[in-house]
Nanobody, 124 residues
Framework: QVQLVESGGGLVQPGGSLRLSCSAS????????IGWFRQAPGKEREGVSC????????FYKDSVKGRFTISRHSEKNTVDLQMNSLKPEDTAVYYC?????????????????WGQGTQVTVSS
């Protein structure tokens, strides 16, 4: 199991930005597809974005396209999620996970590893 750690969450006003990071000690994240997921209170966990290891392709949930950007930073061994133009409906606990099903059609957790999550709250 890969031990993942998310960081970068916080409280931000609508229209603001946050940058989340997913890191792993002792494992090279370049070897894994990485997905970012979120879970809002009372809702199921949903896939937000993912980046494949095989070809570097990235995919996004429709509601975050054009606002969120996922990227690898091999020198830091992180996969980051830059979130701009945040909306109150983006409020959730955000998690990263290894080896999700990562395609244009779906971003789905399969049987990889989860981090502990980081809270993102968008509120004025």
């Amino acid at each position: 199991q890969v031990q993942l750690v998310e960081s970068g969450g916080g409280l931000v006003q609508p229209g603001g930005s946050l940058r989340l990071s997913c890191s792993a000690s002792g494992r090279n994240l370049d070897r894994y597809a990485i997905g970012w997921f979120r879970q809002a209170p009372g809702k199921e966990r949903e896939g937000v974005s993912c980046i494949r290891s095989s070809d570097g392709m990235t995919f996004y949930k429709d509601s975050v396209k054009g606002r969120f950007t996922i990227s690898r930073h091999s020198e830091k061994n992180t996969v980051d999620l830059q979130m701009n133009s945040l909306k109150p409906e983006d409020t959730a606990v955000y998690y990263c996970a290894t080896d999700p099903l990562c395609s244009r059609a779906q971003i789905t957790f399969l049987a990889g590893s989860w981090g502990q999550g980081t809270q993102v709250t968008v509120s004025s």
